[in-house]
């Protein structure tokens, strides 16, 4: 699986609470959905510790705010639960092709439910996710 800074929503980032990805992607035309074989992936580069759940959250819009650094008036177009099983065993917790429907801004939310701590997530849009769990750092 070979990682594109650009295609990156978030490189070990720690979440803790609910968040935003730290990036956001520019699609440029917009929809590229599965019939371009473009997958999402997230994967736990820590394990994570705790009781709770994460869902993943695909947010996409049209526009970016007037600062530019948000989606203006995002809609979630697909939710990935992540169980706290997969949380505590780390590695690969979504592998899925990007639904239709993208505009021309893409964007994660990290949903957390009940209490996590100690994880990170790295999660990107790839042509192909790895099979195996191999842990992406991005020094490769």
Do not use: W
């Not at 948000?70 to 505590?88: E, G, H, R």
């Amino acid at each position: 699986m070979y990682l594109d800074k650009e295609n990156m929503f978030s490189m070990a980032q720690a979440v803790t609470a609910t968040a935003l990805s730290t990036d956001l992607i520019d699609l440029g035309a917009g929809d590229i959905g599965p019939s371009e074989d473009i997958s999402l992936f997230v994967h736990a580069g820590t394990a994570f510790t705790g009781a709770g759940t994460i869902t993943v959250n695909v947010l996409t819009s049209g526009a970016l705010n007037a600062a530019g650094n948000a989606l203006d008036s995002a809609v979630t177009l697909a939710s990935f639960p992540v169980s706290n099983a997969a949380l505590l065993a780390g590695g690969k917790l979504v592998a899925a092709r990007l639904p239709h429907g993208c505009q021309r801004y893409i964007r994660l939310n990290y949903t957390v439910s009940g209490t996590v701590a100690d994880g990170t997530i790295t999660a990107g849009l790839v042509a192909d996710v790895q099979a195996n769990d191999f842990v992406p750092t991005g020094n490769q």
